[in-house]
């Protein structure tokens, strides 16, 4: 079991490596409450941007559905009448400057998620360490552009919001306490303007533990594209019986398990490490008919020569559906956003 995995299993429950751990959490969530409030009194400037900042991210380490729910917040905002534009840092990008996403780009230049935000928000995204300078880059590049949506910048303090969604999943705030001893990297009593729950329900003792009146995502997926041919696509029940392997290189492999599943589908499980490369050809070897893999590892399969030929790939995209009044909510409160 690898160290990832086990701290990953530790942060569930406050067990004996948790608890070892706990003296150290305590100085990080000294050091997080500082930095938060040098910026909150102004000891270290903010930039406020000219065009109302939307910020999405978690406290939960890892995955949690922020992509999924970027794009839904870009396609809410598009039919409100605004022109979203998104910045992201680009796991695994290329440099630290202000980069825009093209049809050309790869993932090794501008990460896999800002590629797939592109693709299928098809809106301008811009990728950099600094997300002020991103914006600046992407206003400069796209006037028309009314609206930022931040994509993983909750704790990216340098940069003026708005709006604030902090987005969790079904595992809560995991055994609740901060960096090294539990998956927090703030505490659960952080201020936010919404919640979101991506789940497929919110039972009381989840929604007391996230706090804040959550609303519930759920993502759904009913078909599969192949990979070599996009164009060709099934409804994932058509593929049950078959020899079927699901692998998934995203932050919580298992919740994209889950959802195959319930589509009523057997397979074995590839869990990957978040963000995986597939440069040493994972599928090598696998007596399968069908691998089921996610639109965010479709992205660099798509790029690899190796992969993107493999007629045994198949793409399950998955879409963002949130209960209530969210949008409008969101909106309503951006439109009360003063702008520079």
Partial sequence: MGLETTLTRAWLKRGPLACALWPVSLLFR?????????????????????????VVGNIFIGGTGKTPLTIWLVEALRAAGYTPGVVSRGHGSSGDAPREVTDTSSPAEVGDEPLLIARRANCPVVVGRKRAEAGRALLAAHPQVDVLVADDGLQHYALARDIEIILFDGRGVGNGWLLPAGPLREPPSRRRDFTVVNAPEIGPALAKAVGGQPHRMRLLGGVAERLAAPTEKVQLAELAGKRMVAAAGIGNPGRFFAMLRAAGLAFEELPLPDHHDFLDAPFDGLDAEVILITEKDAVKCGQLENLKHDPRLWVVPVAASIDGPLAELIVEKCRGCPTA
């Fill in 30 to 54: 000294a050091l997080a409450a500082l930095r938060a409030g040098l910026y909150r009194t102004a000891i270290l400037k903010a930039e406020k941007l000219p065009v109302p900042v939307i």
